[in-house]
């Protein structure tokens, strides 16, 4: 079992940047393949970007690819999803995954409100 906490949301005018942390605990961290998706009220919770257990292979929702990144640590136990070019669309509760593929979650953190001003 792992459990995640996610870190570095907040508050950004669009075209700015933010960068979201997710802290896992346990051993296993390695084990697993580690994502982000987000929420907005009203819309079903939404794939942004998933990356393999290797970190050889990273996998993006169309809406973000070329905007955002997404990196793993393995030595810290950490994933990142490095954002740029942020719009007021990209505004959701942003949530780190554990899971068996780079796609799908497992493990869900507490997640981590971003807002992204016009």
């Known amino acids: 079992q792992v459990q995640l906490v996610e870190s570095g949301g907040g508050l950004v005018q669009a075209g700015g940047s933010l960068r979201l942390s997710c802290a896992a605990s346990g051993r296993t961290f390695r084990s697993y393949a580690m994502g982000w998706f987000r929420h907005t009220p009203g819309k079903e919770r939404e794939f942004v970007a998933g990356?393999?257990?290797?970190?050889?292979?990273?996998y993006y929702a169309d809406s973000v690819k070329g905007r955002f990144t997404i990196s793993r640590d393995n030595a810290k136990n950490t994933v990142y999803l490095q954002m740029n070019s942020l719009k007021p669309e990209d505004t959701a509760v942003y949530y780190c995954?554990?899971?068996?593929?780079?796609?799908?979650?497992?493990?869900w953190g507490q997640g981590t409100q971003v807002t992204v001003s016009s």
């Open positions: 990356m393999s257990v290797s970190g050889a292979n990273a």
């Open positions: 995954t554990a899971g068996r593929l780079a796609t799908t979650a497992d493990y």
